[in-house]
């Protein structure tokens, strides 16, 4: 499956497969130690959510773990000075 993430604002991106926007991952907290959450918008059965949800909502320490979970996807960042502090840059 081929995932993208598109920063809305800093700590909040909309997940897309392909062209249609599946999830929002955002940013928890105001201080680091931050967490990330993906969660889908759609509260779909286990057996039609796409992989690799296997529950609505997962929880990570870094968005660098988070984008690893989905297969590295590319990231999109508004480029607005400081706004994608903490965002992950790989590929």
Same mark, same amino acid.
């Given at each position: 499956m081929t995932y993208r993430l598109i920063?809305?604002? /800093?700590?909040?991106y909309?997940?897309?497969?392909?062209?249609?926007?599946v999830a929002s991952?955002?940013?928890n907290g105001s201080r680091q130690p931050y967490t990330w959450t993906a969660?889908?918008?759609d509260d779909l059965?286990?057996?039609?959510?796409?992989? /690799?949800f296997l529950d609505i909502e997962h929880n990570f320490p870094s968005l660098e773990e988070l984008c690893a979970w989905?297969?590295?996807p590319n990231v999109t960042t508004n480029n607005r000075g400081t706004a994608?502090?903490?965002?992950?840059?790989?590929a």
């Open positions: 920063q809305l604002a /800093p700590g909040a909309d997940l897309f497969l392909h062209d249609t926007i991952v955002v940013r969660e889908l918008l059965p286990r057996s039609k959510r796409p992989w /690799p989905l297969g590295h994608s502090q903490g965002a992950y840059q790989g």
